[in-house]
């Protein structure tokens, strides 16, 4: 299989994380594509030019970080990621429903940064960073759920990619008055499958 990433995409680095957590390093060819360049060869590979893109072993591709990660997660018939039984799962989607939510709000600020500075909308910019200040403080509640101190699960990958956009966005300071969360995301970045996806910081 050959899976499309950039090095900075936290989507992508949800499913290199799954890849990862489930051993599939052997099986899975990372291949770095060029986004956001008009006239991209990527596009003749994935029209809509995002990444994580997936081209499994029949030639068929996917998209969508949650949609790879669980093919990838079923691929060994021993899923680790599915959702938990009963009642336990809409707190399972709620969670990860919240912390695509906060990256979502990243990303558009991380891709307003890395615009020429005449076309940066300072606007945007507010925007998203009040909205991450709102999301860090409800996280700094949420963290102590049980579903995010267990075993590891897409709710809490997605959320420490989120955190860990801190790399890509210099003024994003979620830190400074959650020290819950510090020492949430502080354990988790050592885990072996987030340590070795870090993204290369802003410059
Ligand atoms: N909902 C998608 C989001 C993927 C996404 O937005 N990827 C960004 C990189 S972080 C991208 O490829 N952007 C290129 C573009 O918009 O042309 C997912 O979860 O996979």
């Given at each position: 299989m050959k899976l499309y990433i950039t090095p900075g995409s936290p989507y992508a680095r949800i499913a290199r994380v799954v890849v990862i957590e489930k051993g599939l390093e052997g099986q899975v060819e990372l291949i770095a594509a060029q986004t956001r360049l008009a006239g991209s060869s990527y596009y003749s590979i994935n029209p809509s030019g995002?990444?994580?893109?997936?081209?499994?072993?029949?030639?068929?591709?996917?998209?969508?970080?949650?949609?790879?990660?669980?093919?990838?997660?079923?691929?060994?018939?021993?899923?680790?990621?599915d959702l938990p039984a009963g009642d336990q799962?809409?707190?399972?989607?709620?969670?990860?429903?919240?912390?695509?939510?906060?990256?979502?709000?990243?990303?558009?600020?991380?891709?307003?940064?890395?615009?020429p500075q005449n076309e940066r909308s300072p606007t945007v910019i507010q925007h998203e960073a009040h909205r991450s200040a709102r999301m860090a403080d409800l996280w700094e509640t949420e963290i102590d759920h049980p579903l995010m101190r267990g075993a590891l699960n897409l709710a809490q990958i997605t959320l420490a990619c989120a955190l860990g956009f801190e790399a890509r966005i210099p003024d994003l300071h979620w830190r400074p008055g959650h020290p819950k969360l510090c020492d949430w995301f502080g354990h988790i970045a050592a885990r072996p499958s987030i340590a070795a996806t870090a993204p290369p910081s802003h410059h």
């Open positions: 995002r990444v994580p893109y997936l081209i499994r072993d029949d030639g068929v591709g996917l998209e969508e970080s949650s949609v790879i990660c669980t093919y990838l997660d079923h691929l060994d018939g021993s899923p680790a990621f799962a809409w707190e399972a989607r709620r969670l990860e429903a919240l912390a695509r939510s906060m990256l979502d709000g990243l990303a558009v600020w991380g891709r307003e940064i890395v615009r």
